[in-house]
Each structure stands twice: as C-alpha cells, then as structure tokens.
Nanobody
Framework: QVQLVESGGGLVQAGGSLKLSCAAS????????MCWYRQAPGNQRELVAV???????TYADSLKGRFTISRDTAKNTVYLQMNSLKPEDTAVYYC???????????????WGQGTQVTVSS
C-alpha cells in the first residue's frame, strides 16, 4: 500500500509564494510518477504538474513558468513550488502517485487527502 501526505498549504496574498510537499510511504511498491492536481469547490479536478521516475516534468500550459515540480528521491517526497500566486489558484491541492508493485508490471494510483491553498487579493 502507498500512503501520501500533503503539507505546506495555507493563506497567502496575491503575488506571494508557497511550497507544497507530498511525502510518500510505500510497502512493496515503487513509484513511477507523481502528480499534483487541484480542485476548487464546484470545479473539476485539474492536473497541475507531473514528474516521472526519470525526473522529466510536465506542466499545465497556463501554469508553466509560475509553478515548479521537483522531488527528493532520498526522502520519497515531491514538491510544488508556487510563485506569483493569483486568487484563481485557490483550491485544494492533491498529490497523486502512479505506483507499481515491486518486481511486477502491475500499476495503480493513490491519492493524498489534499492541502488547502488560499490566495487573497
């Protein structure tokens, strides 16, 4: 089983920055990729950024240049650095892991509980 715990959310003024963390714990799994999603009340959940096991990154076009995803392999932690925050960035941010049963090709996805980010105008 894989467990994900997000942290680092909070209240920030427009133009400010926050750095989110997602700590992963896994037993018998390896993680192939980790993603950040976000969802505001009444809105659909949207993909923010992806980082693969090889370290390649992908961003939503609208966020490229403001948000940066990174990882610390030794700590099994992925980060989302958010700069120049806007009120429309207000949402619950979720970590997602694409995990593989170690030694097999079986894959599954896990979600964290989310962390609230609120950007005031």
């Amino acid at each position: 089983q894989v467990q994900l715990v997000e942290s680092g959310g909070g209240l920030v003024q427009a133009g400010g920055s926050l750095k989110l963390s997602c700590a992963a714990s896994a037993s018998g799994f390896s993680i192939d990729a980790m993603c950040w999603y976000r969802q505001a009340p009444g809105n659909q959940r949207e993909l923010v950024a992806v980082i693969s096991s090889g370290g390649s990154t992908t961003y939503a076009d609208s966020l490229k240049g403001r948000f940066t995803i990174s990882r610390d392999t030794a700590k099994n932690t992925v980060y989302l650095q958010m700069n120049s925050l806007k009120p429309e960035d207000t949402a619950v941010y979720y970590c997602n892991a694409a995990a593989r049963v170690r030694g097999t090709s079986f894959k599954t996805n896990y979600w964290g509980q989310g962390t609230q980010v609120t950007v005031s105008s």
